[in-house]
């Protein structure tokens, strides 16, 4: 099972990202899929959720109407669209499913 989040890097307070994650090693489009991230000196938080057909959301109250995860089960990937990124988004993303969290991606929100 392997999970390999890619996308990160700098951006500016307002700006947006996009995050992807490649899953492989396990059949990704029957396991629902998340996305969680860890600030510096934090613990782990949820993100969002998405369930395996894609049919259903759910994100954390802080990320709500800012973040959009999604899914595209023919190519095995799961996407993060973040918009309006504050500082208080800088953090380790990483993706889970199947009880599995993946290499993360940083995300740096700073002028």
């Known amino acids: 099972v392997q999970l390999q989040a890619s996308g990160g890097g700098l951006v500016q307070p307002g700006g947006s990202l996009r995050l992807s994650c490649e899953a492989s090693g396990f059949a990704f489009s029957t396991y629902a899929a998340s996305w969680v991230r860890q600030a510096p000196g934090k613990a782990l938080e949820a993100v969002a959720a998405?369930?395996?057909?894609?049919?259903?959301?759910n994100y954390a109250d802080a990320v709500k109407g800012r973040f959009t995860i999604s899914r595209d089960n023919a190519k095995n990937i799961l996407y993060l669209d973040m918009s309006s990124l504050k500082p208080e988004d800088t953090a380790v993303y990483y993706c889970?499913?199947?009880?599995?969290r993946g290499q993360g991606t940083l995300v740096t929100v700073s002028s």
């Open positions: 998405i369930t395996s057909g894609g049919e259903k959301t």
């Open positions: 889970a499913a199947r009880n599995t």
